[in-house]
């Protein structure tokens, strides 16, 4: 996910020495090598420094998560710190798998101008193991913080509105064994390919690989392509109802005002975790649909054959695609350094003094005017 970061959306990237070709290709995107025009040199170093940040950042995340998870003994918040802390390792380790694999094929020389032609394609016939492996490694990390950001929402929202019965069945035992279920469920949908259903190959332009969607896509392309999308989907479908019920529960408990401290101090940790899931959950609907709408479209326009001269077009979309949703992994953790309580906290307390200012500001206005005005009515009435 992390090599997409340096290129534009037509997928050039910097200046590099012209190459003559007198062999003819058929491609649309290949006119620029027909016509003696410049091919771009790939340059690694934009896609690196996204992976040294994205790793800086869950790390910094982790670090005050694991800090949390030591000075909280509640068992509701203890459970969210263990799938908030599993979310951000796994987002860390997509960063560190799948740059790594992205920079050995910059290495290895993927998609340099000596290979210019199958690298704008994005050659099918191009797919070799560690192509797989990172296609594969592209499935299993989409899908996991979407499944864990599902997971996540939904034992809030039990938390919040059974209380009693999130007590009894949510434990941390039971907490990790969901955890590797997910993990197990994302693993299985990754190697479905490895049985024939649906294919990884090279895309565009040549530096990362994903579900064939846009070459000689058949028709278990598209199935897995649909099963992918529905599946990360549903879950932001799924995380958006579980966190708007558990804010609405919130707000009314809040508005009725009829607790003790030791209750205020619960929602007030509820608050902060519903807070933190929403912002999880809009990060991810940004940061993902781009890619899973385009890949679902251009799978099924090339299975029909009605692609066509729009292959440019969906290739720039794909490139864009997959460059935000890089930037999931890096914003996440911000989502945990940003929405703590503390920090909250300090954001409403200058809201409401900046408001009272405001207040007070109005108020005194108001008040001068009045006096103004009652001046005058006397001055008159001694005339």
Not at 33 to 62: C, D, E, K, Q
Not at 93 to 121: C, F, K, P, Q, W
Not at 132 to 148: A, E, R, S, T
Not at 225 to 234: E, H
Request: proline fraction near 3%.
């Amino acid at each position: 996910m992390l090599a997409m970061q340096h290129y534009n959306s037509s997928g050039i990237i910097a200046s590099a020495p012209l190459y003559n070709h007198t062999t003819m290709v058929q491609e649309p995107e290949m006119e620029a090598v027909r016509h003696n025009t410049t091919i771009p040199r790939s340059n690694p170093m934009a896609a690196g420094l996204t992976m040294t940040l994205g790793i800086l950042f869950n790390v910094v995340a982790l670090i005050i998560l694991a800090k949390a998870y030591n000075r909280f003994r509640r068992r509701s918040k203890a459970t969210f710190l263990l799938f908030a802390s599993s979310l951000v390792a796994t987002d860390l380790a997509g960063h560190v798998i799948n740059g790594a694999l992205v920079l050995r094929r910059y290495s290895e020389g993927t998609g340099s101008t000596s290979d210019s032609a199958s690298s704008l394609r994005g050659n099918p016939a191009d797919t070799d193991t560690s192509c797989l492996f990172l296609g594969g490694c592209m499935v299993f990390f989409g899908l996991c913080p979407l499944f864990l950001g599902c997971a996540m929402a939904a034992e809030r929202c039990l938390g919040v509105t059974r209380p009693l019965m999130h007590a009894r069945l949510v434990t941390t035992a039971r907490t990790k064994i969901a955890l590797t279920l997910i993990w197990l469920l994302a693993l299985c949908v990754a190697l479905l390919p490895f049985f024939r259903l649906g294919a990884y190959t090279s895309q565009y332009p040549g530096t990362w690989c994903f579900i064939r969607v846009m070459e000689d896509t058949k028709a278990t392309d598209l199935a897995f392509m649909m099963l992918f999308s529905g599946l990360a989907l549903s879950s932001l479908a799924m995380a958006f109802v579980c966190n708007t019920i558990s804010g609405l529960k919130l707000m009314r408990a809040r508005l009725k005002k009829r607790s003790c401290s030791h209750r205020r101090s619960a929602r007030s940790h509820d608050t902060e975790m519903v807070v933190q899931l929403v912002g999880i959950m809009v990060t991810s609907c940004i940061c993902w649909s781009p890619l899973l709408i385009f890949g679902l479209m251009s799978a099924t326009r090339s299975y029909s054959g009605s692609l066509g001269s729009d292959r440019d077009m969906y290739r720039g979309l794909m490139v864009t695609g997959v460059r935000m949703a890089t930037c999931n992994q890096i914003l996440d953790p911000w989502v945990y350094i940003l929405l703590r309580r503390a920090i909250l906290r300090k954001i409403y307390h200058i809201t409401k003094r900046e408001a009272s200012l405001k207040g007070s500001m109005f108020r005194s206005i108001r008040w001068d005017v009045g006096s103004f005005q009652n001046s005058e009515k006397n001055s008159v009435n001694k005339i």
